[in-house]
């Protein structure tokens, strides 16, 4: 299996993202790059339109699968829209078809997304598709170098069951009830 780990390639080689653009009656089409404000209408139109890679990897990434670290997808980053983007392990997921060889725009584009502090992997279409089970051991390789997710609900439980245990050896520390003071 050949998995890139390095800063490669996206959309065309040295366009914009995809985005509205009045030369295609304002749907989404490439052009300039687009402002941080369309970012997040623009990542809603992608998640419907995942392609078959990105779809076949979701699946092994969603629900907290994967170490179970969170991610998202089709996630902004500033102005860019990354493909896959775990938040706790500040690791973004691109994957690239065959136009993103040799793109100098994802240099431009990976070098602006790593100084908002996230590591970004690439990964080809083909590898996905062909290897996927591989594809989710590189992406755990590179979650082991960040720092291990947080269990929100299972810490909140632990606290509150250790507030309660308090509560009912010294009553006095109990929390009190709001609107209801001396």
């Excluded at 339109?49 to 907290?64: G, N, P, Q, V």
């Amino acid at each position: 299996m050949s998995v890139p780990l390095h800063p490669g390639p996206s959309p065309h080689a040295g366009e914009g993202m995809l985005f509205p653009s009045p030369a295609c009656g304002g749907e989404l089409g490439w052009g300039q790059p687009m402002r941080e404000g369309q970012a997040t209408a623009n990542a809603r139109a992608l998640r419907r339109s995942l392609t078959d890679a990105e779809r076949k990897l979701w699946s092994f990434l969603r629900l907290r699968q994967l170490e179970g670290y969170r991610f998202r997808r089709q996630h902004p980053i500033g102005k860019y829209i990354a493909d896959f983007a775990c938040i706790e392990a500040r690791l973004v997921v691109e994957l690239d078809g065959g136009q993103h060889n040799g793109s100098v725009h994802d240099v431009e584009r990976d070098a602006e997304i790593k100084q908002k502090g996230f590591a970004v992997l690439r990964i080809w279409n083909n590898d996905v598709m062909a290897n996927p089970q591989g594809v989710c051991e590189v992406i755990a390789q590179a979650l082991s170098r960040a720092p291990t997710p947080a269990e929100p609900r299972a810490c909140r439980r632990a606290s509150l069951r250790r507030r309660n245990a308090r509560a009912l050896r010294n009553p006095a520390s109990a929390p009190r009830e709001r609107g209801r003071g001396r």
